[in-house]
């Protein structure tokens, strides 16, 4: 069975950094994914690493600002986040399938509850 939990959001000033942690269980050889959401807005997916530590992205504006690691014999996933921005703010999500990496929502199996990030002055 896979168990995901996230840790690490918290409230922080713009230009600051923070990073979330995913601890799993059972998903070495499952993509895993970071997804946010927004107040108002659709979840959509930020960056994918693959069980073998290659990774994806997908938000243009947190391309150079946001990294997505895995360790693998500890079974976490890490995103994180650097020179964050108001627009950054929203529910974090780690994301769990056992397939390939993907930016839809709905290919995911598992989730972790969710951590939030809030960037404001």
């Known amino acids: 069975q896979v168990q995901l939990v996230e840790s690490g959001g918290g409230l922080v000033q713009p230009g600051e950094s923070l990073r979330l942690s995913c601890q799993g269980s059972?998903?070495?050889?499952?993509?895993v994914a970071w997804f946010r959401q927004a107040p108002g807005k659709e979840r959509e997916a930020v960056s994918c690493?693959?069980?073998?530590?290659?990774?994806?992205d997908y938000v243009e504006p947190v391309k150079g600002r946001f990294t997505i690691s895995r360790d693998t014999l500890a079974n976490i996933v890490y995103l994180q986040m650097d020179s964050l921005k108001p627009d950054d703010t929203a529910v974090y999500f780690c994301?769990?399938?056992?397939?390939?990496?993907?930016?839809?929502?709905?290919?995911?199996?598992?989730w972790g509850q969710g951590t939030q990030v809030s960037v404001s002055s």
């Open positions: 994301a769990a399938r056992g397939y390939d990496c993907s930016g839809n929502v709905r290919d995911y199996e598992y």
């Open positions: 059972g998903f070495s050889y499952f993509a």
């Open positions: 690493i693959r069980w073998r530590g290659d990774f994806i």
